[in-house]
């Protein structure tokens, strides 16, 4: 009987996964697809993907990288955020209508007045575009509130696949909403705090950040320390930071897997079209 004995070196991965920077990466890498063929990523396809291409790192490429762990960081939606929500677009909507009515009650003004012909029709030309920027406005709320409830409905979809994976947790926060707008606070500081109790228990080898955001510079810095290796996944361009998901981070980790730089091939291979 011959036995195989590996001369690779284990090596523990962790995913520490910012799910809105990450998808905000491929909001940016969507802009190369044309229309019909854009793209949403596939937690199934990508991790994979993704550690598999860590190997092209030297100090990872004798090595036999092991996933331990995938936390997905996110901010959570509930009923009461999406009600909230949709009574302040209510109200938004309420007021928009009062302007509406306000500036056609001026327009039935102007067309009764005994006024010249063509400041009559310059001041109704005028109200009319104010009319309409009002309406847009108005649909923007509409929208919103749509867009939302499909997102609420849809992260109670993906929440509920995830947790049949034993490799996958998912890691809240209570999403914000204000001024028409929801928001996520808090994110950063649960993947820091994870990233640094994490290490100190020693429980992974290597880091592996998809997106990330510059607060947690600091944070990076410290698990290197600690004997980590850091590496970040993003969409960057040199010298365009608003077409970055991240800038000062790169230069903390030891590695930077720089989405912009993948093929078309790769990006399809992380990922679903939309239309699926």
Known sequence: MVFYISNLD???????????NFDGSLNLLNNYFKKGEKRFWNYEKYIPFLIDKLKSFDKLDKTDL??????????KYSSKLINSFRWSCNQKIKELNLLIKKENDILNYISQQDIPHEVKNRTRRHVEDIIKKIQENRSNYLHAIEKQKRNYLGQKELFEEIKKNPFIEMRTTPLKQSGGQIYQKGVDVMIAADLINLAHTNSYDVALILGGDTDLIECVKLIKSLGKIVIISAFHIPGKPLLSTISDLIGAADYFLNLNNFSEKELIAMSDPLSK
């Open 10 to 20: 284990i090596m523990r991965v962790t995913i520490f996964n910012d799910k809105q």
């Open 66 to 75: 092991q996933l331990t762990k995938t936390f997905f960081y996110s901010g």
